[in-house]
């Protein structure tokens, strides 16, 4: 499989700690993330992971023009409901994306450990 891994800042301790809780699943997959999370992943938990851009600068939607075309096979998009994010639009469209393409898309902690559990 091919999982994208995205979280906002105010996300990523978990995003970490899930993370490091299903390392030996995750290590089985090709795994993507934007620029941040995908370096904190690599270096705490040790995962082999293909940074893009920052969410920001562009990320969300690499992720979602792969998604588009059949390179994504699942999305773990742990989103701060709280805090306004500068590019929601991006957002918006990578879970717009994930229905229209019918992609697994969990974007709270507990939808992503079900789905990290049945990997």
């Not at 906002?8 to 970490?16: A, E, G, I, N």
């Not at 075309?69 to 990578?94: C, K, W, Y």
Request: hydrophobic share 45%; with cysteine.
């Amino acid at each position: 499989m091919h999982i994208a891994l995205i979280a906002h800042d105010r996300m990523k301790d978990t995003l970490v700690a899930l993370a490091r809780e299903f390392a030996p699943q995750l290590g089985q997959h090709a795994l993507m993330a934007t620029g941040t999370t995908g370096g904190r992943l690599a270096q705490e938990v040790g995962l082999t992971v293909e940074c893009l851009l920052s969410g920001p600068l562009g990320g969300d939607l690499q992720i979602g023009a792969r998604l588009a075309v059949g390179e994504v096979s699942a999305v773990i998009f742990l989103r701060d409901p709280m805090t306004p994010q500068p590019h929601e639009p991006d957002i918006n469209a990578l879970v717009r994306a994930c229905d229209v393409h019918n992609v697994v898309c969990a974007t709270n902690p507990a939808t992503a450990r079900l789905v990290l559990q049945r990997l």
